[in-house]
């Protein structure tokens, strides 16, 4: 009872943040960092406590040096090690660990990308913090919030990055400190990463993205949405049906068990807006959907709908002129 009411005073009066420190694991390729480690640092800032953040790779000063100007970002760690080639959980694990036992991080956190899926009980995939214990999530495939308080001595979590801003890349300063990197444990060893080569830009940080369905019928038929994708400088996405048809590669795969993404404009060909579907994409700003059915689900979510065959209407959507789309750039 006594710890409990010194909590809350010490809440009130802002000193527990005083005390806290976090911890931002960074997500990289040795060259650049990846944009959803910007989000994580902001929902880390929030916390109102210092933020540092750990660069692990083999060769990785350019991205610490990118690191020690992003905005809020006090320290930068880095450990450079063969074994931390590929990034691989089970060489990362005892560095992550030794860091916080070093330190004393209270928090833990990274991008609720395929990097940060932690084998931990973390708070994962949070899209608030209301205090520096308490966390929302969404659960139920979006369809309710669950605010969670977290009792552990070190909180670990990850974070949305459609839930939050990325932090500024200039205007920080950050020190940099190596840090010993923790003797490989040499159980894994990384081969080689095979990636989907693709001049358009990436799906979670796009700022339009144009996603088929089984409607399309065929991986050939979307060359609709690719061309008209290159007009508009967008991302593709897909659905699960069209995904498990072999229309296209999972890594396309937008909703629950796919990506999240939160566009300035989406556009949804042939998907009916299944509940697993909405729930990647229904934070977009604005939602167009063309499918033959009206009573698709998708039209609930949509600012605007077209109902029509989307092969008979292509000619329509090829037409789309960069300027009828300013209002999104
Ligand atoms: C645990 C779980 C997780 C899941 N995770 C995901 C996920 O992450 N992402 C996801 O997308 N789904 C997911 N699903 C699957 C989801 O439930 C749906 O099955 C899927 O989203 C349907 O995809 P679709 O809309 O492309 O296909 P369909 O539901 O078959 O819809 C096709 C639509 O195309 C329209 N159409 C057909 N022909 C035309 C035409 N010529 N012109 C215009 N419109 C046309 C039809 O009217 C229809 O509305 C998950 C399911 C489960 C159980």
């Known amino acids: 009872m006594l710890k409990a009411i010194n909590k809350t005073h010490l809440r009130q009066t802002g ?26 640092i902001t929902a880390a800032t929030k916390l109102g406590s210092d933020v540092s953040c750990l660069v692990a790779g ?12 992003v905005q809020g970002v006090k320290k930068v760690l880095v450990a450079q090690h063969e074994a931390y080639k590929g990034l691989l959980p089970e060489e ?39 205090s520096p214990d308490t966390f ?23 974070v949305r990055g459609t839930s939050f801003e990325p932090a500024a890349v200039d205007g920080g300063g950050a020190s940099s400190e190596e840090v010993s990197p923790s003797a490989p444990v040499g159980v894994s060893e990384w081969l080689e990463q095979t990636l989907t ?30 061309d008209l994708a290159d007009k508009l400088n967008a991302a ?13 590669p999972n890594d396309m795969q937008v909703g629950q068990t ?10 949804a060909v042939g998907i009916s807006g299944a509940i697993q579907h909405l729930a990647g994409m229904k934070d977009s700003k604005t939602i167009v959907a063309i499918n033959k059915d009206p009573e698709a689900p998708i039209f609930q979510v949509a600012d605007y709908g077209l109902v029509a065959d989307l092969f008979k209407v292509r000619f329509l959507v090829q037409k789309v002129e960069i300027t009828d789309l300013k209002p999104f750039f």
Do not use: M
């Open 15 to 40: 000193l527990l943040q005083r005390f806290q420190s976090t911890l931002v694991v960074a997500e990289h390729n040795n060259e650049t960092l990846t944009p959803i480690t910007l989000n994580a």
């Open 58 to 69: 083999t060769n990785c000063a350019k991205v610490a040096e990118q690191l020690s100007k």
């Open 92 to 130: 990362l694990t005892p560095l992550i660990l030794a860091t916080q036992k070093q330190f004393s991080f209270t928090h833990v956190c990274a991008g609720a990308s395929a990097f940060g899926k932690l084998d931990v009980a973390p708070i994962s995939d949070i899209i608030e913090i209301k």
């Open 136 to 158: 929302v999530r969404t659960i139920y495939a979006g369809n309710a919030l669950s605010t969670v308080r977290c009792n552990e001595s070190v909180k670990v979590f990850t």
């Open 197 to 226: 080569k693709s001049d358009r830009p990436e799906l979670t940080s796009a700022k339009v993205v144009v996603s088929g369905g089984r409607g399309l019928k065929s991986g050939e038929n979307f060359k609709l949405l690719y």
């Open 236 to 248: 593709v996405g897909a659905s699960r049906a069209a995904v498990d048809a072999g229309y296209v």
């Open 258 to 267: 796919g990506k999240i993404v939160a566009p300035e404009l989406y556009i």
